[in-house]
C-alpha cells in the first residue's frame, strides 16, 4: 500500500471541501495551516506536545486515512460499527442547558458523526490524551477510557450526564471551570466582519429565527473563529440583547463526514442529526440541523471542562473514566451492547498500543507538514 503524504491529503481534502462551501473564510484557513505547522505558539513550553495536539484536532480527514492504513484490523468488517462522533478529542466535550434548564456534560460537537467501527473513537480519544501529555500516564489513560466504556455497557446502559443529584464531581469540575460572563461577553459580542460579498443566503433568517424573540434588533453579524478541526468553513454569529443582556447564536456549514470521504464515498449525508436526536443523549433544545448549517446557542455556561487546566492526576483519571462512559452512551444510539462488549476486550493493552502507533504516526505528520 503506498502512504499518501499529508500534504497530498490535505490538499485534496481542502479542493474537496471548497466544491461543497458558500464561501471559505481564508484567514481562518491560514490560522489553522499555522496551526497544524506548529508555528501558533506554545501553551505550556512543550512546542513538539502542543503541535502534534493540535494537528491532532485539525487533521481528522487525514486520521481518516491512517487509521485505516496503519491499523487495519481495527476497521475490518469483524468490527462493530456504530453512529459515532469521528473526529473525537479531549477537547471535544462540553457543557449545555437542557430543557429543564438543567447543567449537561457530554460531547458537543458531533459534525464529523459517521458510521464507523467502534474502534476509531476509543483509540482517538485515548491518543488525543497521550498527545496532551497528562498526568495521566500512558497506559492508564487506555485503561480509564475503556473502564468508563465497558462500565456504561455491562452494568450501567446509557445514562448521561445531568449534573444535578448524581453527578457532582463533575459538577464542582464544570463550576470550577466555567467561563466568566463578563470576559466572556467581551471576547464574544462583536465578531469578525464578514467576508465581502459572502454568499449567505438565509443564514442570517435562520439565526434570527433561533432567538426567543424573531423581532430582536441584531446587534452584531460576523465571523467566529473556533476550534481547529473546521476552520475555513463558514461560521456565522449573530448577538442581540434580550431583557437587558445578550444572547447569541452560531451557524456553521455542514459537509459530509471525512470519514466517508477518505473511505471514497465523498458525497455520503452528513450524520450529525441523527446523534443530536440519539435518545441515549441529553438533547440541547438549542442546537439543531437546518439544511446545510448547525444552529446552536452560545452561552457563558456552556462551554468544555478544559484538561488542561485539570493538575490533580485523580480528577483527570475520573475525567478520562467519564469520557468513555459518554462514548458508550453515543455508540448505544444504534449499536447493541452486547456486540460492543463481546468486540471490545476488557484488557486495555491493545488500546494502549493502537493508540501509541496513532500519536508516533500524528507526531511524523505534524513534523513533515511543518518542514514543508
Request: with cysteine; aromatic share 8%; proline share 6%.
Amino acid at each position: 500500500m503506498t502512504i499518501r503524504s499529508v500534504h497530498e491529503i490535505t490538499d485534496d481534502y481542502e479542493a474537496w471541501m471548497r466544491e461543497r462551501l458558500p464561501f471559505v473564510i481564508e484567514k481562518h484557513l491560514n490560522y489553522k495551516h499555522d496551526e497544524m505547522a506548529g508555528r501558533d505558539g506554545k501553551k505550556d513550553g512543550n512546542r513538539d506536545t502542543d503541535a502534534a495536539f493540535g494537528f491532532l484536532r485539525a487533521t481528522f480527514y487525514l486520521w481518516a486515512y491512517r487509521f485505516r492504513e496503519l491499523l487495519p484490523e481495527l476497521v475490518d468488517d469483524a468490527v462493530p460499527r456504530v453512529l459515532g462522533v469521528g473526529d473525537i478529542h479531549l477537547e471535544n466535550f462540553g457543557t449545555w442547558r437542557d430543557a429543564e434548564g438543567r447543567l449537561v456534560w457530554g460531547v458537543n460537537d458531533v459534525d464529523e458523526a459517521a458510521v464507523l467501527p467502534c474502534t476509531n473513537d476509543l483509540v482517538r480519544l485515548v491518543t488525543s490524551a497521550l498527545l496532551a501529555d497528562l498526568e495521566v500516564r500512558d497506559g492508564d489513560a487506555a485503561s480509564e477510557v475503556l473502564s468508563g466504556y465497558r462500565k456504561q455497557l455491562a452494568t450501567i446502559g446509557p445514562q448521561p450526564f445531568v449534573l444535578a443529584e448524581q453527578e457532582e464531581h463533575l459538577w464542582k469540575l464544570a463550576r470550577d471551570h466555567s467561563a466568566h460572563p463578563q470576559r466572556w461577553w467581551q471576547e464574544h459580542r462583536k465578531p469578525d466582519p464578514l467576508p465581502s460579498h459572502s454568499p449567505l443566503g438565509n443564514v442570517e433568517e435562520l439565526l434570527r429565527g433561533d432567538f426567543p424573540d424573531a423581532d430582536l434588533d441584531i446587534l452584531a453579524l460576523g465571523t467566529r473563529r473556533a476550534g481547529l478541526g473546521s476552520l475555513g468553513r463558514p461560521r456565522v454569529v449573530a448577538v442581540a440583547r434580550w431583557y437587558g443582556s445578550l444572547v447569541c447564536r452560531e451557524a456553521k456549514a455542514v459537509l459530509p463526514p471525512a470519514w466517508d470521504w477518505a473511505g471514497g464515498a465523498d458525497d455520503a449525508k452528513p450524520h450529525a442529526e441523527e446523534l443530536l436526536a440519539s435518545p441515549t443523549c441529553v438533547p440541547d433544545p438549542y442546537t439543531k440541523m437546518v439544511g446545510d448549517w448547525s444552529i446552536r446557542r452560545l452561552a457563558p455556561d456552556s462551554g468544555e471542562i478544559d484538561i488542561d487546566k485539570i493538575h490533580h492526576v485523580n480528577d483527570q483519571r475520573a475525567l478520562l473514566r467519564s469520557m468513555g462512559s459518554e462514548l458508550a452512551n453515543i455508540h448505544l444510539t444504534q449499536a447493541d451492547p452486547a456486540a460492543l462488549l463481546g468486540y471490545i476486550r476488557p484488557d486495555p493493552q491493545w488500546l494502549a498500543d493502537a493508540a501509541q502507533t496513532m500519536a508516533a504516526a500524528v507526531r511524523e505528520d505534524q513534523a513533515g507538514y511543518a518542514a514543508r
